[in-house]
């Protein structure tokens, strides 16, 4: 009997297959249903087997070597409890976006741009995780860069999208030799770059922590982790919806992978100190990314934005994982380990999501800018309520599965006395209060998201004249608003099926919470805290029906319509709403001088004049001024220089030549 990763392996074998054949076929009106159709059923045969593999109780890994990769090694790909979940997340993202995909490409303009692509790209994504040397990883890792570049790139006729998929390749090159320079390290002078070589390996704590922080910075690029994000609002807006979701809802998961599988699994037992860097920047994250999502108008960048801070999150509860592993407080381990784990398959559900709804929109009006949407929930109730569903469940409220991951963080953070260090014992809280601000402000970012787009008065004619999309895009964002509720009711049965990826990593789990009564959670003890997500829902459900039955029976039967009122005045148009802008306002206040270098100029003309008044408001990316900026600058001018070699005389070449020769043998001689 075929073992389950040689399973996947076809199934792998089979996405590039799509892809070659996706080539041939891209531009017929036949390639659309059948690349995305095939793409739904082997994404969906992932899911199933690597779902099994996770919770059918089997705790030895899996490996396979192919005669492929370095001709010593092989390429050797394994499967245990940590890759089967993250190819959960995998293959359950890429089947509902093809699922997505089979309405929403029929409205694409560049079908063969994307086609071939697509399958390549989670095929890319699934050999990262099954990767068990570094070549086949860092391969494997390239090959998932250049495929994401190709679909950002495939509407390359707009300039700004072409300035999006340079920087994502500028920085996708960055982060692999990062990459490439860990494991380099890890791996030693021997060369030992199979995983159970480097396992078994000892490490020093200097090369623990070099490879620390080249992984946060190789990682943490794909991620979106700051001050390496800048790529991320760029590139996920500029690809197609469907791709922008499998990028931020799955893409960003993968470079989580590759973060817990060297720093967790790799390098060998914790140290304290590993765990401040991990924290702070996680925590700085959360906040940047959130604040940036508040002030941005086109929706595909505020969710661009919003998942640079759920990354923040992830990583924060990654840090306090590392944190009580290092004190060897495991059960507190296995609590922010799972609540890691926890929100990256929520962030996965409700981020693909919400991109979804903005690719509904998209499709529906032709708009991004919400300065110029509105009223769409009479036009696209179906997409308006899906969307909610989404904009809830990221905002962290109950009975949604957002709600339960970081409930179980803010647990694991109160779990801090415990921590027989002084620097983490300020270090925790303090972080704890940052992703509290994160919180309140996700809120606030998706209340305004919510409101601006799909409540009011239209404010365009192509928001007036909208329509609701087809039944595919729909029953897909469906699929993924249960998902949402189902994981936030029974929160339970998601925690102990993470629980094996938990034990393989850290050596301990959660207590069974299936067992629990009436599918509560107790991630402690029942003296400490406990959740019960179904009561939450069976109250707000009973509570909101019986609110409006008494409404209907005992208020008037009488309906009555009129304008909205406008403060005494009557109401002139559209344009006199509240804006997406006007929102932000108090916020942008407190927050905009320090953290984004806002610049706002009114000129008000005098009493009598008729010209009209003018407000222009200039907000910048500070780590984009402060980092990258000087360093494109030097590189251009370095460029600059440099191109004034090909104007060289014959005789300056030669010149050049034996200079350069002369230097070489001069660093030799000194160095025998």
């Not at 707009?158 to 490439?180: E, H, P, W």
């Not at 499998?246 to 967790?264: D, E, P």
């Not at 069976?538 to 409006?548: D, K, V």
């Amino acid at each position: 009997m075929m073992s389950a990763l040689a399973a996947l392996l076809f199934c792998v074998a089979a996405l590039l297959a799509l892809a070659v054949l996706a080539v041939a076929l891209s531009r017929t009106k036949l390639a659309t249903p059948l690349v995305y159709g095939a793409t739904l059923l082997i994404a969906t045969t992932i899911a199933i087997i690597a779902a099994m593999a996770l919770t059918g109780g089997a705790t030895a890994p899996t490996g396979l070597t192919l005669p492929l990769g370095l001709p010593w090694i092989g390429a050797r790909f394994r499967l245990d409890a940590l890759a089967a979940f993250f190819l959960v997340v995998i293959g359950l993202g890429a089947a509902i976006t093809s699922l997505y995909a089979l309405g929403y490409g029929r409205h694409e303009t560049s079908p063969h741009r994307v086609l071939p692509f697509l399958p390549a790209f989670i095929a890319g994504m699934s050999l990262v995780v099954l990767a068990d040397d570094a070549f086949s990883f860092l391969i494997s890792w390239e090959f998932m860069s250049l495929a994401s570049w190709a679909l950002v790139m495939a509407h390359h006729h707009d300039a700004d999208n072409t300035r999006a998929g340079y920087i994502y390749l500028v920085m996708a090159s960055f982060g692999t030799l990062a990459l490439l320079l860990a494991f380099g390290l890890i791996s030693g002078p021997e060369g030992n770059y199979t995983f159970d070589a480097i396992r078994a390996a000892p490490h020093s704590p200097t090369s623990m922590a070099l490879t620390l922080a080249l992984m946060l910075i190789g990682a943490g690029s794909k991620a979106g982790l700051a001050p390496l994000h800048v790529w991320l609002p760029l590139a996920h807006p500029a690809a197609p919806s469907h791709v922008s979701a499998l990028m931020s809802g799955i893409m960003t998961k993968v470079a989580v992978y590759g973060f817990v599988r060297v720093v967790f699994d790799l390098l060998g037992p914790a140290q304290w100190w590993m765990s401040a860097p991990v924290l702070l920047l996680g925590g700085l994250t959360a906040v940047l990314g959130i604040l940036h999502a508040l002030m941005e108008t086109d929706l595909k960048r505020v969710l661009a934005y919003s998942t640079i801070e759920n990354i923040g999150v992830v990583f924060v509860s990654l840090g306090l994982a590392l944190a009580f592993q290092a004190n060897g407080i495991g059960w507190a381990a296995a609590l922010a380990f799972t609540a890691a784990l926890f929100h990256v398959l929520n962030h996965s559900l409700f981020k693909s999501l919400l991109f979804f709804g903005a690719g509904a929109v998209l499709t529906a009006t032709g708009e991004r800018d919400m300065e110029r949407l509105g009223g769409l929930i009479h036009a696209m109730p179906r997409t308006s309520l899906t969307f909610l569903v989404g904009c809830v469940a990221i905002s962290a409220l109950p009975p949604f599965n957002g709600f339960v991951s970081e409930w179980l963080m803010f647990q694991t953070i109160l779990q801090s006395p415990n921590l027989p260090q002084w620097g983490l014992k300020i270090l925790v809280p303090a972080i704890g209060g940052l992703l509290a601000l994160a919180a309140a402000l996700a809120a606030a970012c998706f209340v305004r998201a919510f409101g601006i787009t799909f409540l009011g008065r239209p404010r365009s004619v192509a928001a007036q004249t909208a329509r609701e999309v087809d039944r595919f895009m729909i029953a897909a964002m469906v699929v993924l608003a249960l998902l949402c509720l189902g994981a936030g009711i029974v929160p339970g049965l998601v925690i102990d099926a993470i629980s094996p990826a938990a034990r393989m990593v850290l050596h301990a789990v959660m207590p069974e919470q299936a067992s629990v009564p009436w599918l509560s959670i107790i991630p402690i003890s029942e003296g400490r805290s406990s959740y019960n997500g179904l009561l939450v829902f069976a109250f707000i459900a009973l509570s909101a029906s019986l609110s409006a039955y008494v409404i209907h029976r005992v208020a008037s039967r009488a309906l009555r319509r009129g304008p909205a009122w406008g403060c005494g005045f009557a109401a002139t148009g559209a344009a006199t709403q509240y804006s997406a802008s006007g929102f932000a306002q108090p916020i942008r206040r407190v927050f905009g001088p320090m953290v984004l270098r806002a610049r706002i100029r009114v000129k008000m003309p005098p009493p009598g004049d008729t010209a009209p008044a003018r407000f222009d408001l200039e907000l910048h990316d500070r780590v984009w001024n402060a980092l990258y900026e000087p360093i494109a600058g030097a590189i251009g001018a370095a460029t600059e220089s440099l191109n004034q070699l090909q104007f060289l005389t014959i005789r300056r070449y030669l010149s050049l030549v034996f200079m350069s020769l002369i230097a070489l043998l001069l660093v030799l001689a000194l160095w025998s």
